[in-house]
Nanobody, 119 residues
Framework: VQLQASGGGSVQAGGYLRLSCVASGNISSVNAMGWYRQAPGKQRDMVAIISYGGYTDYADSVKGRFTISRDDAKKSVYLQMKTLKPDDTAVYYC??????????????WGQGTLVTVSS
């Protein structure tokens, strides 16, 4: 399974970006999908998660500004980010959890896409 993320870039504070991530490979079923981020010198933290049924969870720091969505037909997950702040600067990683027909759960990560927000 491979994850290809795109959409990162450099914006000024208050701007917006939309991240996309598409999964490919031998995928029988996708459970949760999401986005994590890692700022320089910090650990990787959850930004937003969306379950197979559409339940969403967000980090407190992005609630009201970021929106996660998924398209199961395209095996894709998206992150709409608005009112970006310098503190949002980080490498953003997409995450996909799959389930095999036998019930085996596997986690996959994308290669990361850099988001830089200048003040």
């Amino acid at each position: 399974v491979q994850l290809q993320a795109s959409g990162g870039g450099s914006v000024q504070a208050g701007g917006y970006l939309r991240l996309s991530c598409v999964a490919s490979g031998n995928i029988s079923s996708v459970n949760a999908m999401g986005w994590y981020r890692q700022a320089p010198g910090k650990q990787r933290d959850m930004v937003a998660i969306i379950s197979y049924g559409g339940y969403t969870d967000y980090a407190d720091s992005v609630k009201g500004r970021f929106t996660i969505s998924r398209d199961d037909a395209k095996k894709s997950v998206y992150l709409q980010m608005k009112t970006l702040k310098p503190d949002d600067t980080a490498v953003y990683y997409c995450y996909v959890q799959t389930r095999s027909p036998a019930g085996r759960i596997s986690d996959y990560w994308g290669q990361g896409t850099l988001v830089t927000v200048s003040s």
